[in-house]
């Protein structure tokens, strides 16, 4: 019996970084999924665990801890397994610097897209009635803006072009910093690289015309270098829905550049588009 | 290796780089930015400015090593007490989790609200005395168009009524949470001294002058100030100060969370 509990969702986001990096460190886990999209955060049992209502949280003996980056940096400091994070305090800066910044600029608008495309439109498939209840049940009232915003799309213009501007502009930081070195933030694999893949893993089918083989040949191999090691397969295999199998791209060798429309605007909840 | 501390005054998030380096005991050359006056965009002889130009924090202090710029506070911090002396993070992984989760809520939720309500009382002014052109030449430099709209906003003086309420409940909710649980006695925040004390007094230092109510009958709050104003270390980082009281000196910080 492990003494890791992981409340998590799909492998993606936040709920992928301490999956991910409990995989990598070769730490057993009890797997608690979570249905995000049928609200399962905002029911009692988990709300117990975590009264935020938010995923993920993971309990380790009597130890609860919430959110996802600095879990991933309890999980590498308190188990045995390979270092997810270098000796150098420099490196180590750079890495949390790109946590930061991949948690707080470029993730929410990553994540405003993902919300009024694919999680809104699938919560929707309950009836108004059920939605509101469920709404209702949310704990913190900014996630309950957030929530209604998704399910009754009103996301504005102005906040969706300033989240396309910064999708814009945070894959070309990621592309040049990838030509600094291997991985994203120090030279050897580590908890940037988790988050960022959690991220990014999608770019190429969400944001075709932004990020392919010809525009940002190094986020590629970097995602594909990733996608190889054996604790992403195992990680990925532990998603249930066609959202996860978006990962599938990274197995093709050349992903040419194609239009906008045919990005997360169109839906990534479309079956097309997870066929392939 | 070559390395310098770019600090404004020591408030906010220069407070806690000052502070940290002093407890490093690192010997480490430091430079003043007057960050109302956007020095900290025409720092020369950079040769990767991707974490100064793209920092979530806005104006705060900068370590350059190498010519690498690096910026956010908490981590700068973090990296002077990882090369120095190293007594500034618990060693236990929780209780690291613990003061890491700290230095968040107080990054993430009272620095937005402090730098907002400390603009308002004292930057705004400065800034919109000056000619349309010399703030144009002032933000010309600026790379990041959030970080600019946020100067912006705030040489027009567009401070939203809703904005204010909030950011000073927030203000208050964390000088609530620092009262509490210093409750039971303890002398720092989370375990022994750490980044979470220093973050803490940065943020919240300049507000007992601009929100003082949010400090009303909190003892325990107000004994721990006296705390952490009598560490050698604490003198030493305010005697950086260039101006009388340090902490009516803010800039441009944080955005307010937009979304998730
Ligand atoms: N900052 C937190 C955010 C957690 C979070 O917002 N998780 C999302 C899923 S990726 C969630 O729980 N959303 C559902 C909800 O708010 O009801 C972290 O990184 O863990």
Known sequence: MSDVTLYHWEPNANSGKPMLALMEKGVKF??????????????????????????????????????????????????????????????????????????????????????????????????????????????????????????????????????????????????????????LASDQYSLADINGFNLAYA??????????????????????????RQAVKDCWALGRTDMVKRVEILEQDYIPPKPESEGIAKGIGDKENLAR | MSAILYYGEPNGASFTVLAALEESRLNIETRYLDLLSGARHRIVGLTDRVALDMGVEGEGPVLVINGEAMTESVFIAQYLD????????????????????????????????????????NAHTKLAAISEAAFADLTAHIVSPDLKARWEALRRGDFQQAQEEDSIAKISD?????????????????????????????????????????????????VWFARVEARPSVQRALAHAIAAHPGQHWAPGPEINRWG
């Open chain 2, 82 to 121: 990882e090369a120095g002396a190293g007594h500034m993070q618990p060693k236990d992984a929780h209780t690291h989790w613990q003061m890491l989760m700290w230095c968040r809520r107080v990054t993430e939720r009272a620095a937005p609200a402090a730098a907002f309500l400390g603009c308002r009382s």
């Open chain 2, 174 to 222: 964390l000088a609530a949470l620092c009262n509490t649980q210093l409750g039971d006695g303890r002398d720092w925040l989370i375990g022994d001294y750490s980044i979470a004390d220093l973050v803490t007094y940065g943020w919240l230092a300049g507000m007992r002058g601009i929100v003082p109510d949010a400090f009303a009958d909190r003892s325990k709050l107000a």
């Open chain 1, 203 to 228: 770019l190429p089918l969400s944001q075709p015309h932004l990020s392919n083989d010809e525009l940002t040949p190094n986020i590629m191999r970097w995602l594909r270098k990733i996608y190889a």
């Open chain 1, 30 to 183: 009890e797997s608690q999924y979570l249905d995000m999209l049928n609200f399962d955060q905002h029911k009692p049992d988990y709300l117990a665990v975590n009264p935020q209502g938010t995923i993920p949280a993971m309990t380790h003996g009597d130890n609860v801890l919430v959110e996802s980056t600095a879990i991933m940096e309890y999980v590498d400091e308190a188990f045995p397994g390979p270092s997810l994070m270098p000796a150098d305090p420099r490196d180590r800066l750079r890495i949390r610097w790109w946590m930061k910044f991949m948690d707080q600029w470029l993730g929410p608008s990553f994540s405003m897209f993902g919300w009024k495309y694919f999680v809104g439109p699938a919560a929707r498939q309950k009836g108004e009635a059920e939605l509101e209840a469920a709404i209702n049940r949310i704990p913190l009232p900014e996630r309950q803006i957030a929530w209604r915003k998704a399910v009754y799309g009103l996301f504005s213009d102005e906040e969706m072009a300033e989240s396309g501007r910064r999708i814009g502009v945070g894959i070309k930081m990621l592309e040049a910093e990838l030509v600094k070195r291997d991985w």
